[in-house]
């Protein structure tokens, strides 16, 4: 059982409530704590930089920090890119970098020589062990007002409690794809290997990593996120509620048995979705919110303005 929820903003000049967009995810994953309180993550969507990407990686904290950012520097410089502006926060190293090459293969060769939690021209994924107050604290994720953002807190199953194994996910070799998940693939791995001959990569075992990783292949032979979405109705078995987000758009998708709770409000100026409704609630204190529950083997996509 984990908590998934995320959150659009169709005009970012007129919203319903003086919440930053990271303020707004934190107080929707707060009210699912209990539904995950091992680690949470947000996937937030920052405006683009003029032929920029965001990098950020995971690091040792301590003493050890200084060697693995040197490292990861070194490695950014070897590849052909040039350092805008860093920072080191928590167990992570961000980067903005001038990079004009190939982002696949960029991908794959910084994700060899380093443990890289996100790369895109507007996404930064920021996930850590601890609950989602002291992550917004630690990360200051409150500051965040882009377009969009999703989020997770994770009840660990199938792995250990690492800062690795949280989520978001991001499909390696793709910029600016992102995934939350709350459920199991039960064929992951058939999945994972038609993947894999295809010329994708993947750095753990876990199934959102897959549903990052299978969208944005879909993606790239020219299909719509729209029509991956629905593609994955059909490829992925399993009982699963997942929310996915891009550069420019957020969506969801529902298995067939919809043993996973889903729930969302949308409203003239924003679209909003979460495992329960109290997250829903938790935007709007006080007032009666008209949300729906979307039907088994469904999907659903919104885009910004």
Known sequence: MCG???ILFKDTARRPFD????????????????????????????????????????????????????RIKQALVAQGAEIIEDETVGCTYGAVVRYRGDIQKFSFAMEHAARMVSLGVSLDIIKD???????????????????HAIGHTRLATESGVHPETSHPFWATGFADVSVVHNGQL????????????????????????LIAVYLAWQLSQGHSLEEALRASLD???????????????????????????????????????????????????????????????????????
């Open 4 to 6: 998934i929820a995320g």
């Open 19 to 70: 919440l930053t967009t990271g303020g707004a995810l934190v107080e929707m994953l707060d009210t699912l704590l209990h539904r995950g309180p091992d680690s949470a993550g947000f996937a937030l969507y920052r405006e683009p930089l003029n032929e920029t990407l965001r990098l950020r990686f995971f690091i040792r904290e301590g003493a050890e920090a200084a060697g693995d950012v040197g």
């Open 129 to 147: 062990l601890g609950h989602p107050r002291e992550l917004a604290k630690r990360y200051e994720i409150a500051r965040f007002n882009g377009t």
């Open 186 to 209: 039960t064929n992951y791995w058939i999945m994972r290997r038609r993947l894999e001959r295809r010329g994708m990569e993947f750095h753990t075992e876990n199934d959102t990593e």
């Open 235 to 305: 490829d992925l078995d399993g009982t699963f509620s997942c929310i996915v987000a891009t550069r420019d758009a957020i969506g969801y998708a529902k298995d067939k048995l919809a043993a996973k709770p889903m729930v969302k409000y949308e409203d003239d100026h924003l679209v909003a979705i979460a495992s329960e409704e109290v997250a829903l609630n938790r935007l709007f204190p006080g007032q009666v919110l008209k949300t729906t529950e979307p039907p088994p083997l469904t999907c659903g996509l919104w885009s910004r303005q």
